[in-house]
């Protein structure tokens, strides 16, 4: 069964930089889910989009901003990187009233900032 | 406020000994529940979940959680584990909302 894709797997910034990280939901699925977890940590909600609209807003610095396209396909832009931005971000999606909102996490993409 | 509390941050267990995971919850309406498991350098991968009906669910690989009402509960059990098994195991709550809350997380290691 297709999962969530994420991209890309690996990525290494230097401080200030910027980077974009692409998450591809289970075809059919409304609902994007970005978390954070750093070394160690729990996963942490950062934003949510339900059918191309923010629904949700966590923990997301300013200097992120994430949108939902028209496909369904969202994108994480991260500014201004900083040390402790490092982390695997996880991308999950859902089908809204579908089996309790299920969300299924894809593999993450871990960024490291040099 | 919302809050997952999982009380075991580290166990460490032999194989073939039986596991509970302690899971509670703070949440003032319907929820849903979820056990995630992450192996070593892997993403969160489903474990099994409660939406609704029998409260006692069965998930993957021989887990298996009650969820208990009155106290604010989902335990994760096993009867048996194995060295395989050797994850963390983290508990999720949703409220029918777009937010997921998880809990910190319980580390389990199986000594073979």
């Known amino acids: 069964a297709a999962g969530v894709i994420q991209s890309p797997r690996h990525l290494i910034k230097e401080k200030r930089e910027t980077a974009t990280l692409k998450c591809y939901p289970i075809?059919?699925?409304?609902?994007v889910y970005w978390y954070q977890q750093g070394p160690g940590q729990d996963p942490q909600f950062l934003i949510s989009f339900y059918e191309k609209m923010q629904s949700d807003k966590g923990s997301i610095p300013d200097r992120f901003s994430a949108q939902q396209f028209s496909d369904y396909h969202s994108e994480l832009n991260m500014s201004s990187l900083e040390l402790g931005d490092s982390a695997l971000y996880f991308c999950a999606s859902s089908l809204q009233g579908a089996s309790g909102n299920t969300i299924y996490f894809g593999e993450g993409s871990w960024l490291t900032v040099v | 406020a919302q809050s997952v509390s999982q009380h075991n941050h580290h166990v460490i267990l032999s194989e073939a000994a039986s596991l509970e995971l302690g899971c509670n919850y703070s949440?003032?309406?319907?929820?849903?529940l979820f056990w995630y498991v992450q192996y070593p350098g892997q993403h969160l991968q489903l474990l099994l979940k409660y939406f609704s009906g029998d409260p006692l669910v069965k998930g993957i690989k021989g887990f298996e959680a009650e969820f208990i009402k009155s106290k604010f509960s989902f335990n994760l059990r096993k009867p048996s584990v194995q060295w395989s098994d050797t994850a963390e195991y983290f508990c999720a709550v949703n409220g029918g909302t777009y937010k997921y809350i998880f809990g910190t997380g319980t580390r389990l290691k199986v000594l073979a």
């Open positions: 075809p059919r699925h409304d609902t």
């Open positions: 949440y003032g309406g319907t929820v849903n």
